[in-house]
């Protein structure tokens, strides 16, 4: 179990089950302010919240547009406290264990689709210190990135699988640079 989902399924399957824990559909990014106990000003920061289930299905939905892991929403379940959970399926990647993905990959990786590293003085949570990234173009904030959230093929390509994915519409950040456009998702047809 990770820290957002009870995780089902294996390679023979050919498909990882992720079920939401109950009542809670994972953590997102948003800004907030705090008052600066040295200053008396109030001070705008990132800070990870509990995401809504609309939040929780729209990073989905990032993953597998931007990212290419599909990522399929199977629907509600209850768990046996009879709180609603969400369930999701994604692929089993097969990695070689003595190989995994590192923090370093993750960087090459978040570099090679033009996102940039969040500077750590705009987070308060320090969990995702240095682990934050943010791409201009289309508004989309990433943090969680840690190695743990990727996996590297048997091919050697390194796979996002979890990644909490937030959108920031233009003009909405006081810290970010204002987004070029926000993303869309990509016309199916």
Same mark, same amino acid.
């Given at each position: 179990m990770g820290g957002e989902h009870a995780i089902f399924g294996s390679e023979g399957l050919g498909k990882v089950v992720k079920h939401t824990l109950p009542g809670f559909y994972g953590r997102i990014m948003d800004e907030t302010k705090l008052l600066d106990?040295?200053?008396?000003?109030?001070?705008?920061r990132l800070m990870?919240?509990?995401a809504l289930p609309s939040e929780y299905?729209?990073?989905?939905?990032?993953m597998t547009d931007v990212f290419g892991m599909r990522t399929h929403y199977l629907g509600k379940v209850t768990g046996t406290d009879r709180d609603p959970q969400m369930a999701v399926e994604q692929p089993f990647?097969? /990695? !070689?264990?003595?190989?995994?993905?590192?923090l370093?990959?993750? /960087? !090459?990786f978040f570099t090679a689709h033009g996102f940039v590293r969040v500077d750590d003085a705009h987070i308060i949570n320090p969990e995702v210190h240095g682990v934050t990234w943010y791409r201009q173009r289309d508004g989309?904030?990433?943090?969680?990135a840690h190695a743990r959230n990727f996996r590297r093929d048997l091919d050697g390509v390194i796979i996002p699988v979890d990644l909490v994915i937030a959108l920031v519409p233009p003009g909405s950040?006081?810290?970010?640079p204002a987004a070029t456009r926000l993303w869309q998702p990509a016309d199916d047809e």
């Open positions: 106990p040295r200053t008396f000003q109030n001070k705008t990870m919240r509990a299905l729209r990073r989905w939905a990032v990647i097969p /990695e !070689d264990e003595n190989l995994p993905a590192t370093e990959d993750a /960087e !090459d989309i904030l990433v943090t969680d950040s006081a810290l970010l």
